[in-house]
């Protein structure tokens, strides 16, 4: 059924998902969530960054196996277990991260899928096809060119063609604007509008942004740490009422004791910095920041703005295109050389990829910072383990990293256990400039409160602190002030006296030049 | 010019052609099938091995049935037998699939050579040669264009190969996993089905590689029968940027290269013999260092390939 | 992932001395299939290896290159590089080894000889190091460049023993110019084993001091274990890795220099014997590990020094040898995938109980 010519014949059904749960070893990613999908609806999920919006749909398509919960199609139960039977249903999912073929053309990409067809492709027929289908189409893509030399936003204009094309009846976006421009986001999300309102499609819209929901969807449902926290008509709900169900107002930290110190001279200074991420795009672009001494600076934003290249570039792991990280006053090279003069330190998120080996034991982890250290060092050369290990033993408990011994291997303890050993190891030496991203999640509650402790520590000794989060609460419980990164540019700076969680939300929701409005309606 | 100039370098060139267009045609087997197991994100490094279990196999089986081109298919099938004991070990959690080839390398050649020790005296029909140069009276011509049926099936292959994997689901399939693991779990793809299935087909090719080996030129099984062809294939692959058609040019490349040596001391010139036959080897790097770059992948490369990661 | 391998103490031992079980177990099946009692196989095996003076002798005498070609796969891939280019360094550290002793000519032995294998080392390390430098700056894969540089050593072997730097007074065999015989190294006292053992194990033993107990070797496992942390603690990782490329590929310019001093006395192409693939088998076998090393070194060199009986006693291809050292790598290989299900396979096995 995957003609784009029967695309008129096949109904759009209706979906349900009820009580859907999914467990990734210890952690309950999803829980008993149940969705209802009208047919010919524009559907919005709507939920903070590890709220199991991804997973969710992941089950919906059979990616994953949930562990409970039903799927019906116009009422029928259908068991899916593998993507091709959800695609054989007619339904599409637009991943968070690209699944097209980077070595092969846009047309083969865009026949890929295709469900029942002949072993064989006729390409003059195929290409005839997909050609009349693009006419009917508000945007073009070239069929000849490798995906490769496509850019982020024309890969995403064909992942849709893609499921259109394929004739798909419901289509999952999973925030697909955010390599968009906001342009070209309201031309892509009106034609499905426009295609919703023909009855010729549901859809169900992933996204971060309240405007693409005020102005796209009609039905919004919103997740909170693998729950259903809210749902409804998007008409009868404010932007305050959304940010308020998504960031879990209810969630109040006991604020730690933070010493009335006055900034003093600007310890970390990132200037002009222009960086690319992965795939040869501009990530941060002429971004600049100053962190001072005594105090703790909030970046706020949605995962994929460019603070994760910036904290690269900060590590020594990603390469300055242009501009300069200044530390005390003096040009900063990212060697080990400087880090130790200057006390650099850094908390970064996913430690096992990120900042730790996994084959080694805890004791080595805890030392990557000082073995080659004086005193960790005999006859010039020789690492002194005893010393380290003593060392560790002392970290373990004053941290209280739950090993069996310091000599386990590190991937043998859990997910907050290995942040603990990381923690312990960028805060237990001089911490003059500490740079943490997102130093709490997948933490629990007391191990949260515990590391905002630590960081609020660490400023009272007079430590410079930016703490890039995508926890709103987090940063207004530490931060002295906050600034909001979005699209590789800082787009608002504020007091955390100020701050204000709705406006800073809406910032991170793209958006910009609305301030004044935004003033207006809350006052 | 002379006219004896003239003479020496036509039957230089002649002898050239002759002996690239034969030794070409293992290298060209099992660099098409190696550019098949390395489309689906695989590295078989083990070719060397599967070569030689060809060659030994095939001269078995020509020898048993008295038919050469059943010892073909014997070769062919042992071959992918070893391309799926490559796929099985390379399935599971943590196994490397370049240290998995290097053993089926060390453990092909020595199963091989051990099975054949028999093989060693008794002559198996050899397969017949196919007269390209009726045409012409000159007998050097005719005998450097005097081929093997396998050459042909080789070269025909080739675009054979380039059109399934550009115009059949299965080709498509195979580009997918080979490039995109997430593309292919996105689609329910299963990637290990998908890449043993290429690796067996790459071994299959190797093995009748190895049979041209034994059954046709050089016609014999010997414990030294492959000079590193298997291992070869491998470069061989990155210099046709895993395109089945430059696996034709090249093998006919490296061919000629590795018959340049030869060809020039049957006229008398002996100096450098070796350093030619290192040509196909330098220029490989040259262009593996022209191409590569720590930003980027190698252009054409499966991005699955675990050296391009 | 190669560079991570940090030895997981009885973990990593009961899966090699496994694996090493069920490749002797199908190795015997196999024979049995042949015709043969493999119980007499298996007893002719240790015969061969280690039942006389002799036959120890010989696996000593074959371990030793063994031994330092291994260390051109393990040191490197503590850096997170696999190298596969032992057997090019090997030849290069062999003809290194031959122009130093044919230019110290009329020197001291005892000057001239350690200079000849210094030599060898330094043309085996610069060998290396090219491959990781081409990788560090390029982005060149060090496994295919390594392959390459193999066939390149080789043919580079070819030609200058067959023209420039041949001894026109050796019929049989293109053979390079001899080093002076006063330069070459005997035999360890009491044995008829030369001292390239005692380098062998030497440098197992430091190289496993330098990787486990040295800054230096610390900063290696990070860097080999995780890119990312090593950039993130600041260290010098293009620096590291050539060193650990240049290190390795000294030892195996070390084992071509032995196998000229004390064997040949020439470069030949004697010296492409394949003990650069077998590096590679012993570096898998010894999980990474320098001192295991040493143990499978002594396990191949035994397997290969078994050969000649095995023939003599059963008339079988000397290639059985080879068989079983392929066997044995691809079991050690496979039971990779064991790595942390050892526990439930031994909870499972006291059920049975
Ligand atoms: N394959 C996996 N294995 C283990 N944990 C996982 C896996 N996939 C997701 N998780 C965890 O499940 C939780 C929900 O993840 P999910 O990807 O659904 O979030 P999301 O709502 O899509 O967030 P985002 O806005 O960041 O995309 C997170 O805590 C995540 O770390
Ligand atoms: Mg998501």
């Not at chain 2, 036509?10 to 660099?31: D, E, H, K, M, N």
């Not at chain 3, 009885?10 to 493999?38: C, M, N, Q």
Request: glycine share 12%; charged share 15%; net charge neutral.
């Amino acid at each position: 059924m995957s003609e784009p010519s029967q695309v008129e014949a096949a109904r759009v059904p209706l979906v349900e998902v009820v009580g859907m749960t999914k467990r990734f070893g210890a952690l309950l990613a999803l829980n008993g969530v149940s969705v209802r999908l009208e047919p010919g609806s524009f559907h919005a999920i709507l939920g903070e960054n590890g709220a199991g919006k991804s997973t969710l749909v992941k089950c919906i398509m059979g990616y994953y196996r949930p562990d409970a919960g039903r799927l019906l199609l116009d009422g029928v139960q259908h068991d899916i277990y593998n993507p091709r039977q959800a695609l054989a249903h007619g339904l599409g999912l637009v991943y968070q991260h690209f699944t097209l073929v980077p070595n092969m053309t846009a047309a083969e990409n865009l026949v890929l899928g295709q469900t029942h067809a002949s072993p064989t492709i006729d390409w003059a027929n195929e290409r005839a096809r997909i050609e009349s289908f693009q006419r009917n189409m508000p945007f073009h893509v070239d069929l000849d060119a490798r995906v490769t030399s496509l850019a982020a936003g024309e890969k995403q204009k064909l992942e849709i063609l893609k499921q259109l094309y394929l004739g798909h009846r419901v289509m999952i976006l999973d925030e697909p604007t955010s390599v968009l421009t906001p342009s070209e986001a309201d031309q892509v999300l009106g034609m499905l509008r426009d295609l919703t309102k023909a009855g010729r499609l549901s859809v169900v819209l992933i996204t971060h942004k309240f405007r693409e929901v005020r102005a796209f969807a009609e039905d919004v449902t919103v997740l909170r740490g693998g729950r259903l926290v809210g749902a409804g008509k998007v008409a009868e709900l404010n932007d305050a009422d959304l940010a308020g169900l998504m960031f879990g107002r209810e969630t109040v930290f006991a604020s730690a004791d933070r010493t009335a110190t006055k900034p003093g001279k600007a310890a970390l200074e990132v200037r002009s910095v222009t960086t690319l991420n992965d795939k040869a795009m501009t990530a941060c672009d002429a971004l600049s920041l100053t962190v001072r001494e005594g105090e703790i600076l909030g970046v706020a934003g949605v995962a994929g703005n460019g603070q994760r290249e910036l904290v690269e570039v900060l590590a020594g792991q990603r390469g300055i295109e242009a501009g300069e990280v200044r530390v005390a006053g003096v040009h900063y090279d990212r060697s080990r050389k400087q880090m130790r003069r200057y006390g650099v330190h850094l908390l970064t998120e996913e430690p096992l990829q990120n900042s730790c080996v996994r084959g080694m034991s805890v004791a080595e982890n805890l030392s990557f910072r000082n073995f080659d250290d004086g005193a960790n060092v005999q006859l010039g050369c020789f690492v002194r383990r005893s010393v380290l290990r003593r060392h560790a033993r002392t970290l373990i408990q004053r941290y209280d990293i739950r090993t069996p011994t310091p000599d386990a291997r590190l991937d043998t303890l859990s997910g907050g256990n290995v942040q603990r050993t990381v923690l312990a190891r960028e805060l237990s030496g001089t911490v003059s400039v500490l740079i943490a991203q997102n130093p709490c999640v997948g933490l629990d509650f007391s191990a949260t409160s515990e590391i905002h402790s630590q960081i609020i520590t660490a400023r009272n000794r007079g430590a410079a602190i930016l703490l890039f989060s995508e926890d709103l609460d987090e940063l207004l419980e530490l931060a002295d002030r906050i600034v909001v990164m979005s699209e590789g540019h800082i787009v608002y700076e504020t007091p955390r006296a100020a701050a204000d969680v709705e406006t800073i939300g809406l910032y991170m929701a793209g958006h910009r030049s609305e301030r004044e409005d935004l003033w207006a309606s809350n006052a | 010019m002379s006219v004896g100039g003239d003479i020496g370098v036509w039957s230089v060139l002649l002898a050239i052609v002759g002996s690239a267009l034969r030794v070409s045609t293992p290298y060209l087997f099992v660099s098409l099938g190696e550019t098949l197991t390395e489309k689906s994100g695989r590295i078989n490094l083990g070719l060397e091995g599967t070569l030689m279990m060809g060659a030994m196999s095939g001269y078995a089986v020509a020898l048993g049935t008295g038919s050469p081109w059943l010892g073909v298919l014997g070769a062919g099938v042992t071959g992918a037998a070893f391309g799926l004991l490559h796929a099985g070990l390379c399935s599971l959690p943590r196994v490397n699939d370049i240290a998995v080839g290097i053993a089926l390398f060390i453990f092909g050649t020595g199963f091989a050579v051990y099975l054949g020790k028999p093989l060693v005296h008794p002559v198996a029909p050899r397969l017949p040669d196919i007269d390209l140069g009726f045409w012409s009276s000159l007998p050097s011509l005719r005998a450097a264009l005097q081929v093997n049926a396998l050459l042909i099936i080789g070269i025909l292959l080739a675009p054979a190969m380039l059109w399934i994997l550009h115009n059949t689901r299965w080709g498509l399939k195979l580009r997918t996993v080979g490039d995109s693991a997430d593309a292919a779990r996105a689609l329910g793809y299963s990637i290990n089905g998908v890449r043993a299935t290429a690796t067996a087909i790459g071994g299959f090719f190797a093995g009748v590689g190895g049979a041209f080996l034994s059954l046709y030129y050089p016609g014999a099984w010997t414990e030294n029968l492959s000079s590193g062809q298997g291992l070869m294939a491998v470069t061989l692959v990155i210099f046709a940027r895993w395109n089945p058609i430059n696996c034709v040019f090249a093998a006919l490349l490296f061919g000629g290269a590795s018959a340049l040596g030869p060809a020039l001391q049957a006229v008398g010139i002996t100096s450098n013999y070796y350093l030619y036959g290192a040509a196909p080897y330098v220029l490989t790097l040259v262009l593996l260092i022209r191409t590569s770059s720590t930003k980027h992948r190698l252009f054409g490369a499966p991005s699955e390939l675990s050296i391009n990661k | 992932m190669i560079g991570a391998a940090v030895w997981r103490g009885p973990e990593a031992a009961v899966l090699t001395v496994g694996a090493v079980l069920v490749a002797l177990l199908a190795f015997g099946i196999f024979v049995a299939f042949t015709g043969l009692d493999p119980f007499a196989v298996y007893k002719v095996l240790y015969l061969g290896a280690f039942g006389s003076r002799f036959s120890i002798e010989t696996t000593l005498t074959l371990a030793a290159p063994i031994m330092l070609t291994a260390l051109c796969v393990v040191i490197p891939a503590r850096a997170g590089l696999l190298i596969i280019g032992g057997e090019g360094a090997l030849v290069l550290g062999g003809l290194g080894s031959v122009l130093a002793g044919v230019a110290l000519n009329g020197a001291p032995a005892s000057l001239a000889t350690p200079l000849i294998l210094l030599a060898g080392a330094a043309a085996g390390a610069i060998w290396i190091a090219i491959p990781a430098a081409l990788r560090q700056f390029r982005g060149v894969n060090e496994t295919i460049s390594t392959l390459l540089f193999n066939y390149i050593a080789i043919a580079l072997l070819n030609h200058l023993v067959s023209g420039p730097i041949r001894d026109y007074g050796q019929p049989l065999k293109p053979t390079s110019w001899p080093i002076p015989s006063a330069f070459m190294i005997g035999t360890i006292p009491g044995l008829s084993v030369h001292w390239g053992l005692v380098y062998g194990v030497a440098a197992c033993l430091v190289a496993f001091v330098v990787l486990r107990q040295t800054t230096f070797g610390f900063a290696l496992s990070i860097l080999g274990g995780n890119l990312r942390a090593a950039q993130m603690a600041g260290l010098p990782v293009a620096a590291l890795a050539l060193t650990a490329a240049a290190l390795g590929g000294a030892a195996a310019g070390l084992a071509g220099a032995v196998e000229v001093v004390a064997v040949h006395g020439a470069a030949s192409i004697s010296l492409v014997v394949g003990y650069g693939y077998a590096g590679i088998l012993v570096a898998f076998v010894a999980r990474q590990n320098p001192l295991a090393v040493v143990l499978a070194a002594l396990l191949v060199g035994g397997i290969s020094a078994s050969g000649g009986l095995l023939q003599r006693r059963f008339g079988m291809p000397d290639a059985a040898s080879t068989v079983l050292e392929g066997c044995i790598f691809l079991a050690v290989l496979g039971s990779n995938s064991l790595y942390g299900r050892l526990r439930f396979l031994q909870s499972r096995s006291a059920e049975v109980k």
